[in-house]
């Protein structure tokens, strides 16, 4: 009958398939160079160095998160690079965008499973992978390079001393902003103080100028505000004294939060402030490069944002930038730095052929391409020069003077401890919160680690 | 000729129980495999880790008995998404399902263009929530599609916040979710209305009733069935709201979109706190469960072991 | 006589309308009920079209323009992301994941909701509600546990890593679907099958599923619309980009061209194509399902 016939096509089919479903399980493509993500194929993968002149095959898993050029380019371009001159290793790289890279790496790590190059922010999040013994400690293993990088952006991936990967990119926030507005409002660059900022404010509301650009839609922008307040009021030593105590009990933040509401208080953000994100079209880059805004509180990867989503303000000479001004009656120095960067953390299973090509990303020569981008501010002694954009070199000299270092608060304490400041601060500049509530959050969550 | 029994259920009728044993659990066997790996042990997994606090990558050490669920309970944003999952529930109930009755009831009609339009109604439930994510994003954003169309009736320039107000993005989400999902509960609506015969329309017409009469006392009754569905199905979406939300507004903004489900991925994937996670994701499925006993208690309590439904549950 | 009730069973079920409802015969009332149906049609065909014109416009044209039509058409949008192979390589990988769990649904479910509406025996109940508390728990919601499972079986990065639990948690509906309706088959088939000699498995294979055509059509199309708009399951599952479905790649391409929405609308335009397409094709079964499936009254 008819009837069999359909079926039992529709079995082999189904059949078929599922030979195929567990032959793609293997899938396999050849490299190409280029915008799309590529892997390679995959070798039997070994964790001995190879002691003979002819090496053990060795694959390299790589993730990263530069899903667009400059960065995707570049990353693949240095993965070849490698390759080449080392032919026995194979470096498959994995781009998933952000949000989509943090699930994914946070399932892996659960079932144990981690690749072996990977993003990374440091912090407390580093620390608990540090913790869970998922990742490496390549001191002895970094040591014929480790030199080449600056000892201050070294700590970003050191824990407890030992350090479990390496930095390609760090830098502080400060304020940019749009030249021209604030001529156009009289108002002098740099701001030197915090009770300054709150009176140019006035200044740029009377003359129509949407004073700063914040995308709170995101929620880290505005943890900025709040944690350079913190760091100016209180300094290096409550900030350093409220990670080992886990609480905000020291008086400056109770005061960084009144200080914050003061500023909510005068409006002058951008309509929909709450909900706009960072790095889109109507994001908060943009308002700031179509000259609606004059102020915006960002780390150093901003102009390229900018660049991306609107008009290139640093190419025509109206951007500009200071650091985050200072607070009259504060402990804090104004070289204290705020900020963070990327880096790249080692999988406890990687096999040594990994921290050597960690070495080839922290050699001057891909230092120096980092910073021809732009986009990035490399950490590699000897690569400044590549920096040759004005305020670039500006925030890359102001790291260079630091006296203290605080990470972002949403990185540098553990997950669901920065999620807290994140989420509270929120509320701070919704007017749904009050600074007591921010630190009786932050308080809580670390209560509850 | 052929009758559809339906208040009966027919059996097989074997000669022995013993020989039926082999057949039954044979057939039942891989749907039992596949459900049980895939589907219970993971439910069980999920009770398991609830009662402890984990970040998951550590070992499983630090029980911590029902605290999980206290917290929960405790704390203001957890309640808060409960409230919105009800909010949507209440307004998919009063809203959504009369429109998608009264737009099924429409489309029984002879009008023209019918099929069409049945077929363009259901449309949005096969795109995606990505793709929905994206479309309306740009539509709602400010100044986008919807201002501009605002701005030009209204001749000066209009920007809605419909994402960025925490007092109304809630209603935006509802609006976008209705959107998507009300073809489907119309589809069931229409389908539930096609089984009536005709014969019991014309006999109340030769009976003199007026129309109105004859769908408030014939057609609304043989519709529960279908609509019976589409309400359990509704309060279980409801409450499982997740992917839409997420795609949309992440939850936000300062929580005011916040549902059960988005304030679990965010304690579990983003916070890491698997433990606490789990829990919320077993009260969730706890209220589910509440939800769907109590419906089939009221629901089905004239009826004979559910056969009028297909909740058989 | 198996040939008469096949026949009789798979007619086409009546036109939608053709029966007399309360038919609504004002012509004032009649207008009112075209209006409505022309607003929700514009709020359903506007936003589509919105997203499909906007990708022959450039990202400029839009943020300054919203609302204008395309002027002049753009296809270089639409031209780079059909040219991408990443594209048709998600296309084909949300395609073959679809199939294997329509493949591996259909056969399961038949096959419970068979011997669960038809059979007699002491666990019968309690066998179905187990499989309707499946209902109460989504995917998200057992993500991780069911993460480590897949990784357990060293499904990962497998195309059936995805489509073993699409499959298993479509189980619980698909059931639901299928019980009244195979419960609803007259104990005369049977007990004519019997006499003909034919087992409980010939009696499914030969009467029941030929019967209930439209109904398994109807659970195939629910079935390949929810695994072909799946995102968390392959997001975790599938980290190799080449194995990326189209739902992972609307976000990846949205995120990585996040500042040329023109692009991103013409890539979510081609990604609705497929969804679409199928839908048009199967719609005449969902109807004809839905109405000799679920709702058998």
Request: glycine share 8%.
């Amino acid at each position: 009958m008819h009837k069999y016939t359909r079926a039992t096509w529709f079995v082999v089919l189904l059949v078929v398939l599922s030979l195929v479903a567990c032959a793609c399980g293997d899938d396999t493509v050849t490299t190409t160079a280029g915008a799309e993500a590529t892997t390679t194929t995959a070798a039997v993968t070994t964790t001995e160095a190879p002691t003979t002149t002819e090496p053990q095959p060795v694959t390299i898993e790589w993730w990263h998160i530069e899903v667009s050029d400059p960065g995707l380019s570049l990353w693949q371009d240095v993965a070849d690079e490698y390759m080449a001159a080392h032919p026995w290793v194979t470096i498959n790289i994995t781009v998933q965008e952000n949000e989509a890279f943090k699930t994914a790496l946070a399932t892996n790590m659960q079932a144990g499973d981690v690749p072996d190059l990977f993003q990374s922010w440091g912090g407390g999040a580093l620390r608990e992978q540090v913790d869970a013994g998922l990742v490496q400690d390549i001191t002895d293993l970094a040591a014929p390079w480790v030199d080449q990088i600056s000892p201050g952006a070294l700590t970003m991936m050191m824990i407890d001393g030992k350090l479990y990967g390496a930095p390609w990119d760090l830098g502080l926030v400060g304020i940019w902003y749009n030249k021209t507005l604030f001529a156009d409002a009289g108002v002098e660059a740099p701001i030197a103080t915090w009770e300054d900022l709150l009176a140019d404010v006035q200044t740029f509301q009377d003359a129509g100028i949407t004073p700063i650009s914040l995308a709170e839609g995101d929620k880290w922008p505005g943890m900025f505000w709040y944690a350079e307040l913190a760091l100016r009021i209180g300094g290096a030593d409550v900030m350093e004294a409220a990670a080992v105590n886990q609480n905000f009990d020291d008086p400056a933040f109770l005061t960084a939060g009144e200080e914050l509401a003061a500023l909510v208080a005068l409006d002058p953000f951008q309509a929909g402030f709450l909900a706009t994100p960072w790095d889109t079209p109507d994001g908060s880059a943009a308002v700031l490069a179509n000259g609606n805004a004059a102020m915006l509180l960002m780390g150093q990867w901003a102009p390229g944002t900018m660049r991306s989503n609107g008009p290139d303000l640093a190419a025509s000479g109206e951007l500009g930038w200071f650091s985050f001004p200072a607070y009259e009656g504060g402990a804090g120095a104004s070289t204290d730095a705020f900020g963070g960067g990327n880096g790249f953390a080692v999988g406890n299973d990687a096999p040594p052929e990994t921290v050597d090509f960690l070495g080839y990303i922290s050699s001057v020569d891909v230092a120096t391409r980092i910073g021809e981008t732009g986009a990035r501010l490399p950490v590699v002694i000897g690569s400044e020069d590549s920096v040759t954009d004005p305020d670039l070199a500006a925030v890359l000299a102001g790291m260079s003077q630091a006296t203290y270092f605080q990470l972002y608060l949403d990185q540098a304490y553990p997950p669901a401890v920065g999620a807290a400041v994140n989420d509270a601060v929120a509320l701070l500049f919704a007017n749904a919160g009050t600074p007591q509530d921010v630190v009786d959050a932050v308080n809580a969550a670390w209560a509850g680690e | 000729m052929t009758t559809i029994r339906t208040l009966t259920r027919p059996e097989v009728r074997t000669p022995s129980t013993t020989k039926k044993w082999p057949i039954v659990m044979g057939f039942l066997a891989p749907a039992l495999l596949l459900y049980f790996v895939f589907v219970l042990w993971p439910i069980i997994q999920a009770m398991h880790y609830s009662v402890y606090h984990w970040n998951g990558l550590e070992p499983l050490t630090d029980f911590v008995g029902f605290n999980n669920f206290t917290k929960a309970f405790g704390d203001p944003v957890f309640r808060s998404a409960l409230y919105h999952n009800f909010i949507i529930l209440g307004l998919s109930l009063a809203l959504q399902l009369p429109f998608a009755l009264f737009l099924a009831v429409m489309l029984d009609q002879n009008l023209k263009g019918r099929a069409l339009m049945r077929m363009l109604f259901f449309a949005p439930y096969v795109l995606s929530e990505v793709v929905t994510a994206v479309v309306w994003r740009q539509i709602f954003r400010p100044s986008g599609a919807i201002d501009a169309v605002i701005s030009g009736v209204s001749s000066h320039d209009f920007q809605g916040l419909w994402l960025a107000n925490p007092k109304i993005v809630l209603y935006s989400l509802f609006f976008v979710i209705t959107w998507k999902y009300f073809g489907f509960h119309m589809m069931i609506m229409l389908a539930g209305l096609q089984q009536i015969p005709d014969e019991l329309q014309e006999a109340a017409a030769i009976d003199g009733a007026s129309s109105w009469q004859a769908f408030r006392c014939i057609t609304l009754p043989l519709l529960a069935p279908a609509i019976r569905v589409s309400v359990f199905l509704s309060m279980i979406g409801s409450i499982q709201l997740f992917d839409v939300v997420w795609v949309l507004t992440g939850g936000g903004p300062i929580n005011a979109s916040n549902t059960m489900a988005t304030y679990m991925y965010d304690w579990g994937f983003e916070r890491h706190h698997i433990g606490y996670a789990n829990a919320v994701s077993v009260i969730v499925f706890g209220l589910s469960l509440l939800v769907a006993l109590a419906y089939q208690r009221w629901a089905l309590r004239r009826d004979v072991e559910g056969s009028l439904t297909a909740m058989g549950a | 006589m198996v040939d008469d009730v096949v026949d009789l069973a798979t007619r086409p079920t009546q036109l939608p309308g053709s029966g007399r409802r309360f038919e609504i015969r004002s012509a004032v009332a009649r207008g009112f009920l075209y209006l409505v149906a022309l607003v929700v049609l514009a709020t359903i065909i506007l936003p589509v079209l919105y997203v499909i014109l906007g990708g022959f416009r450039s990202t400029p044209q839009l943020a300054s323009d919203p609302l204008g039509l395309p002027h002049p058409w753009l296809f270089s949008n639409y031209r780079a992301v059909l040219g991408l192979g990443s594209f048709w390589r998600q296309v084909w990988n949300s395609t073959l994941i679809a199939m294997i769990t329509v493949g591996l649904v259909l056969p399961a479910a038949s096959l419970a909701a068979f011997v669960l509406s038809r059979f007699r025996f002491k666990a019968r109940e309690g066998i179905y509600t187990l499989f309707t508390f499946g209902l109460l728990f989504p995917v998200t919601v057992a993500i991780l546990p069911l993460f480590i499972v897949v990784r357990q079986l060293h499904l990962i990065n497998s195309p059936l890593g995805v489509a073993l639990p699409q499959a298993a948690f479509a189980l619980p509906l698909s059931i639901i679907i299928l019980r009244p309706f195979f419960a609803s088959i007259p104990g005369d088939f049977e007990e004519a099958a019997m006499l003909d000699g034919a087992g409980p498995l010939r009696f499914y294979w030969s009467i029941l599923l030929p019967l209930s055509r439209p109904v398994m059509a109807t659970i195939t199309v629910l079935t390949i619309v929810t695994s072909w708009n799946a995102f968390l399951l392959p997001l975790v599952v599938l980290n190799k980009s080449v194995q990326h479905t189209l739902p992972l790649g609307v976000t990846n391409f949205s995120s990585q061209y996040t500042t040329d929405t023109a692009k991103v609308l013409a890539f979510t335009a081609l990604s609705m194509i497929p969804a679409l397409l199928f839908y048009v094709i199967a719609e005449r079964q969902i109807v004809k399902g839905l109405a000799g499936g679920a709702i058998k009254g």
